[in-house]
């Protein structure tokens, strides 16, 4: 097996570890298992537990940054889309993508949580990572919108945190069933209103 291929076999056995079990009971040996592996293969890879933890929620991370967007700039050149409309199709886009990478999210709200002395920095260093991504958006896509905004990293902040409690509400644990159009929908809707972004006429 090509080593990129063994370390994405050990990343995805992780990935399920660490959701069934969590961070702080899930053992190198339970990882070893799940990848049917012996220990000093993944000793190859990873110098420890916490390592392996920070790549995969750093891979997923900016890999599901780079998908989304690399998706809006093809949609972006294909339609003539308004701001809002726009804004809708990245919730969208975001949505589907936790809706489809459930483990990976809920390992993340999980942990962070959690505060758990081996992974606070990390969760904290991912999570900064994303509000920083989050105030570059408001920067850069949102133009005259974002401008509006004079303290964007805690708008960044506020709207993250609410944004996740609603997903886990709305999608993950149906207390009122919700499909991913709508969710973006709603949240295009109060996005919108902050930014000032008008309907399309």
């Known amino acids: 097996m090509k080593a990129s291929d063994r370390k ?14 969590g961070y702080e009971r899930t053992s190198i040996a339970i990882i070893c298992e799940k ?15 916490r390592s392996l933890f920070r790549e995969l929620l750093e891979n997923y991370l900016l890999g ?5 967007h690399a998706r809006q700039k093809a949609e972006s050149e294909n339609k003539n889309l308004s701001m809002r409309e726009s804004l809708n199709s990245l919730h969208l886009e975001l949505f589907e993508e936790i809706s489809n990478n459930r483990d990976i999210y809920t390992i993340l709200v999980k942990e962070a949580r959690a505060r ?10 991912i999570m900064k990572m994303m509000i920083d ?4 958006a408001m920067e850069t896509e949102l133009g005259e919108y974002g401008s509006n905004i004079s303290d964007k990293e805690f708008a960044a902040v506020y709207m993250m945190g609410g944004t996740m409690h609603a997903v886990e509400y709305f999608l993950f644990d149906k207390i009122r069933e ?3 159009r709508e969710f973006a929908d709603r949240i295009t809707e109060i996005e919108s209103k ?3 972004i008008e309907e399309k006429r």
């Open 8 to 21: 994405k076999q050990i990343l995805d056995a992780a990935l399920t570890a660490f959701a069934e079990h």
């Open 35 to 49: 990848a049917g592996i012996a220990r000093p293969t993944l000793y190859q890879y990873f110098n420890d537990k």
């Open 64 to 68: 599901i940054h780079d998908r989304i």
């Open 116 to 125: 758990n002395a081996e992974t606070e920095d990390v969760t904290r260093d």
């Open 133 to 136: 991504r989050f105030v570059n």
């Open 178 to 180: 919700m499909t991913t």
């Open 194 to 196: 902050i930014f000032g």
